[in-house]
């Protein structure tokens, strides 16, 4: 069993910048998701194992950026410029392969991240 585990969430003023941690075990495409109150989760980044593949919502494009510390068994989701529609419940997840990301093996438990106008 894979635990993954975020942190880094909170409140934020638009056009501030958070990052946030998922320490993980290895071995695993990692990605990110986000589901705003009212709506289904939606795929916001993704990296494979070894970094050499990532993949993102076009929506985020350019604000967002995923990366990893094999090392340190984490990845990290660096967002700036937020916008107040970026508030949501941000989740770690992990599949064998980054083909299968938006169907992952594993999830976290979510953190909040609030952007206030």
């Known amino acids: 069993q894979v635990q993954l585990v975020e942190s880094g969430g909170g409140l934020v003023q638009a056009g501030g910048s958070l990052r946030l941690s998922c320490a993980a075990s290895?071995?695993?495409?990692m990605g990110w998701f986000r589901q705003a109150p009212g709506k289904e989760r939606e795929f916001v980044a993704a990296?494979?194992?070894?970094?050499?593949?990532?993949r993102y919502a076009e929506s985020l494009k350019g604000r967002f950026t995923i990366s990893r510390d094999n090392s340190k068994n984490t990845v990290y989701l660096q967002m700036n410029s937020l916008k107040p529609e970026d508030t949501a419940v941000y989740y770690c997840?992990?599949?064998?392969?980054?083909?299968?990301?938006?169907?992952?093996?594993?999830w976290g438990q979510g953190t909040q991240v609030t952007v206030s106008s």
């Open positions: 997840a992990a599949a064998t392969f980054i083909a299968t990301i938006k169907s992952p093996d594993y």
């Open positions: 290895g071995g695993y495409a």
């Open positions: 990296i494979s194992w070894s970094s050499s593949s990532t």
